[in-house]
C-alpha cells in the first residue's frame, strides 16, 4: 500500500443536527456544542483516514473565521490549518503534497434546498459560475484542489449537497448524514451514527486512493481564461465590488472577471467577500 498524505477540509453547516445559523456563529446560543460536534465529525474523518492507509493527516478548519475545531478535542495524530485570510481559502493545505482531500460537513450551494445553503458568504453572493459552470462550494474548491492534482476522495453532509457533488463527480462517495426539508429543517442521523458514517467513508476512500491503479478522476476546468460571474445579493454589492479595476459591471446586480486560473477565482471571490464587509 502507497502511504498517503491527507487533507481534510472541515465546515460545520453539513454537520449531523447543524439546522440553524445560531448554531454556526460564534457567540450565539448552541455554536459551542456545534463546534464540539464539528470536531467529532472530523475526528471520524481522521480515524478512517488512518484506518484507511493514510501516513499523515490535516485537518483544516474551513467554517467562518476557520477557528471554529476545538483542537483539545482533535485527534493527536492530526495537525490543523486554521485562522485567516488565507490564500487557498478552504482548501488550505492543498499546497502541500497533499494525495487527496475529504469535505466533511460541507453543505449545498446559494439557492439550493440545501441545509444553510450558500456559497462563500450569504451576505454577498447570491450565485457564483465559473468557467461557465454554476458552482457552490463543493464545485469551487473541487477545482482549486483538480488544479493542484488533487482528488476529492469523499464528502459528507446533507442529501443535496451530495447532489451537487455527484453532478461534477458522479463516483465520489458522500456520507450523507441528514436530509433536507428546507433551509433550516429536515431529518438528521444521531451524531454517533453520522461520524460512524463518516469513519467508514473516509477509510474505504482512502483505501480505494491506496488501491488505484490511475489517477481517481477530478472536476477540472479547462477553460482559459476562466471566467468567474458573481450575482451580488444586491446591487450595492456590485457597486463595491466594480471598485476593483479588472472587475466589469454587467447588469445592476451582476459582475464577471477574467481569470487565469481557479486559484486567481477563488482568491478574487475571497478578496470581494472581505470587500463586502464595508456595508453590513
Ligand atoms: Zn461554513
Known amino acids: 500500500m502507497k502511504a498517503s498524505k491527507i487533507l481534510i477540509s472541515v465546515d460545520i453547516e453539513g454537520v449531523a443536527g447543524v439546522w440553524r445559523l445560531e448554531q454556526t456563529q460564534a457567540g450565539q446560543s448552541d455554536y459551542e456544542r456545534a463546534r464540539a460536534w464539528m470536531t467529532q465529525e472530523a475526528n471520524a474523518a481522521v480515524r478512517g483516514a488512518f484506518e484507511g492507509g493514510a501516513t499523515e493527516v490535516l485537518v483544516n478548519d474551513s467554517h467562518g473565521h476557520f477557528g471554529n475545531l476545538l483542537i483539545d478535542a482533535l485527534d493527536p495524530r492530526a495537525q490543523v490549518i486554521q485562522g485567516k485570510p488565507r490564500m487557498l481559502g478552504m482548501m488550505a493545505g492543498v499546497d502541500q503534497a497533499v494525495d487527496g482531500v475529504l469535505m466533511v460537513g460541507w453543505h449545498s450551494r446559494a439557492k439550493s434546498r440545501g441545509v444553510l445553503a450558500h456559497t462563500s ?8 459560475w465559473l468557467g461557465g459552470h454554476e458552482l457552490g462550494e463543493v464545485g ?16 459528507s453532509g446533507c442529501d443535496v449537497m451530495a447532489d451537487e457533488l455527484h453532478a461534477l463527480l458522479p ?3 458522500c456520507a450523507v448524514v441528514k436530509w433536507s426539508d428546507g433551509a433550516r429543517s429536515g431529518r438528521s442521523l444521531s451524531a454517533e451514527h ?29 477553460a ?14 456590485a457597486d463595491v465590488f466594480a471598485l476593483w479595476p479588472t472587475v466589469e459591471r454587467i447588469d445592476g446586480d451582476t459582475v464577471r472577471i477574467g481569470c487565469d486560473s481557479v486559484l486567481a477565482a ?15
Open 121 to 128: 458568504n450569504s451576505f454577498a453572493f447570491a450565485r457564483v
Open 140 to 155: 469551487l474548491y473541487a477545482a482549486l484542489a483538480a488544479e493542484f492534482g488533487v482528488p476529492v476522495l469523499m464528502a
Open 171 to 173: 463516483q465520489t462517495p
Open 194 to 222: 453520522a461520524r460512524s458514517l463518516i469513519a467508514s467513508t473516509a477509510r474505504e476512500s482512502v483505501q480505494r486512493l491506496a488501491d488505484a491503479r490511475a489517477p481517481l478522476p477530478v472536476f477540472r476546468l479547462e
Open 224 to 237: 482559459s481564461p476562466i471566467e468567474l460571474r458573481v450575482q451580488c445579493q444586491t446591487p450595492a454589492l
Open 266 to 280: 477563488v482568491r478574487s471571490l475571497n478578496a470581494m467577500s472581505t470587500m463586502s464587509s464595508v456595508l453590513r
